[in-house]
């Protein structure tokens, strides 16, 4: 098995919204804003290699939104999905499987472009995975995420005929509990960001690497009680977040992160002030 970090680009949110009730006097230590109180976020992605299967673990926002959608997160920076995959000798026809830890934009958006007037799968020998219970969720959004779940994004998936389900969480055990996926790769659910985001934990040279998703978008993110306003339900977040990095403090996890621009991998330490990142580093250099 390799592994792989695919950069596919820079934009900004809100430090307000990332840091929740955090204030940012606080915050802005940690990601510092610009005049518009927006903060830099990368849309990292993670290709697992195997003896015959090419996945790709979130995809970024793509490019097929208008000037209008893009205006609002101030997209910046050269890295892309495929230039990235080209550092490595691959493009999107290799991907065999595109696994989709939630369907927001910025981690869905990619799996979908326009092809003249048509919205077609953009890794067309890929398998789309997703899970029942996140995929009606997000497809009959609540007013609070709606603006998240495009359907543009969601529905072609379906269409295509490319989709598949992974087992649900009453068959595949609930929160810390893993699921099977690929040999070496497992999933495990977390329900305080949206319902039943899927976090692939991957074996890999000796060590358990864990890719965060949206429960710790940063290392910033790893104290308590830093919960993005984004989260629809912040104290089942914390809950998750808690018994999470005890057992990765624990059993010496790796925590990939797809969405802090600058650190892509931290191990975890104790401290006086509960559990905090210890040694920061690149995939590359495991």
Not at 107 to 119: F, N, P, R, S
Not at 180 to 205: C, S, W
């Amino acid at each position: 098995m390799n592994l792989y970090t695919i950069n596919c680009g820079h934009f900004k949110l809100d430090g307000g919204a990332m840091f929740g009730v955090v204030p940012k006097s606080i915050w802005n230590r940690l990601n510092p804003a610009d005049e518009n109180n927006m903060c830099s976020w990368a849309t990292r992605s993670l290709l697992i290699e195997t003896e015959n299967r090419l996945v790709l673990v979130d995809c970024g926002m793509g490019d097929k939104q208008n000037e209008k959608f893009f205006s609002y997160y101030y997209l910046h920076g050269d890295d892309d999905l495929d230039r990235s995959l080209a550092q490595y000798g691959f493009n999107r026809e290799d991907i065999t499987d595109v696994f989709l830890t939630h369907l927001h934009f910025d981690h869905c958006g990619g799996a979908i472009k326009k092809a003249g007037e048509q919205l077609v799968p953009a890794f067309k020998n890929a398998v789309y995975w997703s899970n029942e219970a996140h995929w009606e969720w997000a497809i009959h959004p609540n007013p609070r995420e709606k603006a998240s779940f495009l359907k543009e994004n969601i529905l072609p998936i379906q269409e295509s005929g490319q989709l598949k389900f992974i087992s649900d969480r009453e068959e595949a055990g609930k929160g810390l509990a893993l699921a099977p996926f690929l040999e070496q790769v497992d999933i495990r659910f977390a329900n305080g960001h949206t319902e039943a985001m899927m976090l692939p934990q991957v074996q890999y040279k000796g060590k358990s690497i864990v890719f965060m998703a949206d429960l710790l978008p940063s290392p910033g993110h790893i104290p308590l009680p830093y919960v993005m306003a984004y989260d629809t339900r912040p104290l089942i977040t914390m809950t998750e977040k808690e018994a999470f990095l005890q057992e990765a403090l624990e059993r010496e996890y790796v925590l990939f992160f797809e969405h802090d621009p600058q650190q892509e991998c931290c191990t975890l330490k104790q401290t006086e002030r509960g559990i905090r990142p210890d040694q920061f580093f690149k995939l590359s250099e495991l």
